[in-house]
């Protein structure tokens, strides 16, 4: 097994918009190693979000090659595709994307559902998750009845459940005050302290700056790639 858990090579993506084609990605070579904490910024319309759900294997680019774990993703069928964003990726969005009428164990086991294990297996792992965010009171409880950083907090232990190869995190903090924000990346800093892959997407400097390597994208071209 490589030390890069990601490594795409020449990626492009383009979108027809009726007779016009709109080039997003430009030939994006990038590496990232396994136990890496990166940050992905850039101005609106750069194609940070684009390069994003190919990372997570939730879109596919027009050409060019993206090996995750050192398998070739970029050619695998939509099923194949739907097994590796369960397996490997976990995935954490601005809006949460909780399901309201259940409890806040239950939407963090859903993923092992997909899995295909046993309903005692769900509901240790998904305890043992919950602890680990700092919810093992609030393991009954719906949506509705948690805070927004609460929420996010289970939204990230059921990115976790699975024990993927990466964290994907799309504008993480986007719809936190500035208080929960900081708890939220501190989560984020303990998960990569523990050794996970982190990868975010934010427009938000000091977000940035938990990152390890912020990488700056414009015009659907790398214009930068530091470490911090």
């Known amino acids: 097994m490589s030390e890069n858990v990601i490594e ?3 990626i492009i993506r383009d979108f027809k918009l009726g007779q016009e084609t709109v080039h997003v990605l430009k030939g994006i070579d990038l590496d990232i190693k396994r136990g890496d904490y990166v940050a992905i910024m850039g101005p609106s319309g750069s194609g940070k979000s684009t390069l994003m759900n190919i990372l997570g294997c939730l879109d596919t680019p027009t050409a060019g090659s993206y090996n995750l774990n050192d398998k070739d993703v970029s050619k695998l069928s939509d099923d194949d595709l739907a097994e590796i964003r369960n397996t490997e990726i976990g995935f954490v969005f601005q809006t949460f994307n ?3 009428r259940t ?3 239950e939407n963090v086991a859903l993923p092992m559902i997909y ?3 046993s309903k005692k297996e769900r509901i240790a792992r998904a305890s043992t998750v919950l602890t680990d965010v700092g919810l093992d009171d609030r393991m009954d409880h719906k949506p509705n009845q948690l805070s927004g950083g609460q929420r996010q907090r289970v939204a990230v232990g059921r990115a976790l459940v699975n024990k993927p190869s990466i964290i ?6 986007g719809n936190l005050d500035s208080k929960t924000s900081l708890e939220i990346m501190q989560l984020f800093d303990e998960i990569h302290d523990k050794g996970n892959t982190v990868i975010m997407v934010t427009h938000e400097e000091e977000v940035a700056q938990h990152a390890r390597r ?3 994208l414009r015009d659907g071209m790398i214009e930068s790639d530091k470490l911090n």
């Open 8 to 10: 795409i090579r020449n």
């Open 98 to 100: 909780l399901l309201p």
């Open 103 to 105: 409890t806040a164990l």
């Open 115 to 117: 899995a295909g294990a």
């Open 168 to 173: 994907l995190a799309d504008e993480p903090t």
């Open 214 to 216: 912020v990488i700056r």
